[in-house]
């Protein structure tokens, strides 16, 4: 079966050619094998492993050999010094005992362990504004301090280099979707801001309008009033009454958003999902059955039960939840369509533990001990967040892994967290 672009399903060229369509709006057709790519691919992008530091958005490439007479080609989701960190689709890679397994989505490897050896050759596609994503936010992110106030910066640096951009005493609640901004003032007045980290925002409602916000990569915003009626907008204006209802009072008591797709939870417990504004809810679980939401750009939809076990379903239906932890284990989830394969996950367990991954379906990996968080974020390009339980803000890049978080804050600094998604 072939693909919008040519090739074959679930090919490692199909995967690549989807992956750089989503990130940099590409359209590669004809590139033939694997192999041919560093032929038909424009020579001035086309760089010698030896000597070349590989970007993100990158395509790794292994030559013809005759073992392998297609070739091979992975996407560069992160870089790491001069080592990629690879997302690839039918390497064959990891083996089940002695025998390769084909058809694979596979993302733990690097240009450093690759069993088969690192790639020839690098073909530089373009360059990902932020360092590494169609979000367009980087690595944004931000927190609300103990005094309320609200300080972000837009890259993963190390202690320090915030920005104070909302003053002490009016920081009630923190969104950040791509390069916008919400915040929810403690008067539940709301404000909003585009453009990456800085102190100018536009107030969007009166005071009293609101107990719970949300905002996207595609500038979606969502806001519950008081009443339990949701509104929203995608635009940044002073224009009061530029909100759409989406649901009546007395209905919501939670939102999520991810690029255009939106969740709701009513008070029943019941979750609701849709794709853009106006038109009708799917309600997609049943009363009493739901005590959180998220979704991302890439409607990938989760939730975790009233039995602290989360599922997740690709698309909004009915019904076709999967499993993805078991009950009693889940404290809080967070989703972001990713910069890189499909979407980046996190869940925080019931005992302080963070895990991580990649997509549905596939293994988490523990990231810290128990007692370590408590309240987790993770952005498109795969910057996680964590709210650290002395009160301190921690982060660590891809690839997922245990340990490696930078302290970016002192102990007792902030209360709540916020990531790019």
């Not at 128990?370 to 921690?394: F, K, R, W």
């Amino acid at each position: 079966m072939g693909d919008p672009w040519g090739y074959g399903v679930r090919n490692c060229t199909s995967y690549d050619a989807w992956k750089v369509n989503q990130v940099f709006g590409a359209d590669i057709h004809g590139w033939g094998h694997a192999y041919q790519w560093s032929t038909n691919a424009p020579s001035n992008e086309v760089h010698a492993a030896s000597g070349y530091t590989p970007q993100v958005g990158d395509i790794a490439q292994w030559t013809a050999t005759g073992s392998n007479p297609d070739g091979h080609i992975a996407y560069v989701y992160a870089v790491n010094g001069s080592t990629a960190s690879l997302a690839e689709y039918n390497s064959g890679y990891p083996k089940n005992g002695s025998s390769f397994q084909w058809g694979l989505f596979y993302n733990s490897f690097t240009s450093a362990n690759y069993p088969a050896g690192g790639p020839n050759n690098y073909i530089h596609i373009g360059t990902i504004s932020g360092g590494g994503g169609g979000s367009g936010g980087g690595d944004l992110h931000g927190y609300i301090a103990v005094n309320s106030e609200i300080d972000a910066k837009a890259a993963r640096n190390g202690f320090g280099g915030w920005t104070q951009e909302v003053t002490p005493g009016n920081g009630a609640m923190l969104s950040i979707g791509g390069n916008n901004q919400m915040f929810l003032r403690g008067d539940g007045a709301v404000f909003a801001r585009a453009n990456g980290v800085g102190n100018t925002w536009t107030q969007e409602t009166n005071p009293s309008s609101s107990v719970a916000i949300a905002i996207s990569s595609t500038g979606m915003q969502l806001s519950i009033a008081p009443d339990g009626s949701i509104n929203s907008r995608k635009t940044i204006t002073n224009d009061y009454t530029a909100w759409n209802q989406e649901v009546g009072p007395g209905n919501a008591s939670k939102i999520a958003v991810g690029g255009d797709n939106m969740m709701f939870l009513r008070g029943d417990q019941a979750a609701f999902a849709k794709t853009g504004q106006g038109g009708s809810w799917t309600q997609v679980t049943g009363a009493s059955s739901t005590s959180a939401i998220a979704v991302s750009a890439t409607t990938l939809l989760a939730i975790i039960g009233t039995n602290n076990a989360i599922y997740s379903q690709q698309g909004i239906t009915p019904s076709n939840w999967l499993q993805e932890v078991g009950p009693g284990n889940a404290a809080a989830i967070a989703l972001a369509g990713s910069n890189n394969p499909g979407n980046y996950q996190m869940f925080l367990r019931g005992d302080g533990a963070v895990f991580a991954r990649t997509d549905q379906g596939t293994t988490w990996t523990q990231e810290t001990n128990p007692s370590s968080a408590t309240a987790i974020a993770i952005g498109a390009d795969g910057l996680q967040v964590m709210l650290v339980v002395n009160g301190e803000v921690d982060t660590r890049p891809l690839p997922f892994g245990f340990g490696g978080w930078t302290a970016e804050t002192s102990a007792s600094s902030a209360t709540a967290i916020a990531a790019s998604q």
